[in-house]
């Protein structure tokens, strides 16, 4: 499984709460990594 099927697994089993979380992770990972 990709990270994309994952990710989209992930949203449509949690919903828009799922949805949020993982942006603001990926944000976070971006930001950090940014650094």
Do not use: C, E, P, S
């Not at 994309?4 to 950090?32: C, F």
Request: proline share 0%; glycine share 12%; no cysteine.
């Amino acid at each position: 499984m990709t990270m994309a099927m994952a990710i989209a697994l992930a949203t449509a089993l949690l919903g828009l709460q799922g949805l949020r979380a993982a942006l603001i992770t990926l944000v976070l990972i971006w930001g950090l990594d940014g650094r």
